[in-house]
T-cell receptor, first 112, second 109 residues
Framework: KAGVTQTPRYLIKTRGQQVTLSCSPISGHRSVSWYQQTPGQGLQFLFEYFSETQRNKGNFPGRFSGRQFSNSRSEMNVSTLELGDSALYLC???????????FGQGTRLTVV | GIQVEQSPPDLILQEGANSTLRCNFSDSVNNLQWFHQNPWGQLINLFYIPSGTKQNGRLSATTVATERYSLLYISSSQTTDSGVYFCAAPPFGNEKLTFGTGTRLTIIP
């Protein structure tokens, strides 16, 4: 059974640009959550999607957005990139809400 | 919101030693997970343990939900056990995982 797949693995972007990250959950999993990891703030929750609806959102500015498709794949978008957005972005999938979460390998974003 | 604290922040041990990592949480939680973050950043699932004790090889975990803590035991440490260990829990009525700040374990040959 394939795990959680995140693409791309690495990205370098310039300040002001926007970026889209993709996450394919484990087959059959319907819940997808996104997390940001930085050395200073640790692992922080961004948002959770279930059945194509955002169910929960963390304390991040509106530049961070996401969506989930009917096949449960999810994308997150960051617009008007800032240097502080440089981080490891991790996606987690769960069978349904409030069940064990499994993480992908992450996308490492560098903003220059 | 819920606070999750891990101790110790750093642990350096000789290969073959045993270790205990602790995770305290400030409020009731739906469940609790332990992860090992590998050098490439991926979080590897170790245990999903809302309560009780589970064992997997050299690793075991115990969660005492009523006292709001969980322990991760690593026996006969190997160099491949090195890395950062995180516990994470969602509070009741919420789905997001709140992570602790991690314990960085270094196993010296």
């Amino acid at each position: 059974k394939a795990g959680v797949t995140q693409t791309p693995r690495y990205l370098i972007k310039t300040r002001g640009q926007q970026v889209t990250l993709s996450c394919s959950p484990i087959s059959g999993h319907r819940s997808v959550s996104w997390y940001q990891q930085t050395p200073g703030q640790g692992l922080q929750f961004l948002f959770e999607y279930f059945s194509e609806t955002q169910r929960n959102k963390g304390n991040f500015p509106g530049r961070f957005s996401g969506r989930q498709f009917s096949n449960s794949r999810s994308e997150m978008n960051v617009s008007t990139l800032e240097l502080g957005d440089s981080a490891l972005y991790l996606c987690a999938s769960s069978l349904t809400r409030n069940t064990e979460a499994f993480f992908g390998q992450g996308t490492r974003l560098t903003v220059v | 919101g819920i606070q999750v604290e891990q101790s110790p922040p750093d642990l350096i041990l000789q290969e073959g030693a045993n270790s205990t990592l602790r995770c305290n949480f400030s409020d009731s939680v739906n469940n609790l997970q332990w992860f090992h973050q590998n050098p490439w950043g991926q979080l590897i699932n170790l245990f999903y343990i809302p309560s009780g004790t589970k064992q997997n090889g050299r690793l075991s975990a115990t969660t005492v939900a009523t006292e709001r803590y969980s322990l991760l035991y690593i026996s006969s440490s190997q160099t491949t056990d090195s890395g950062v260990y995180f516990c994470a829990a969602p509070p009741f009525g919420n789905e997001k995982l709140t992570f602790g700040t991690g314990t960085r374990l270094t196993i010296i040959p």
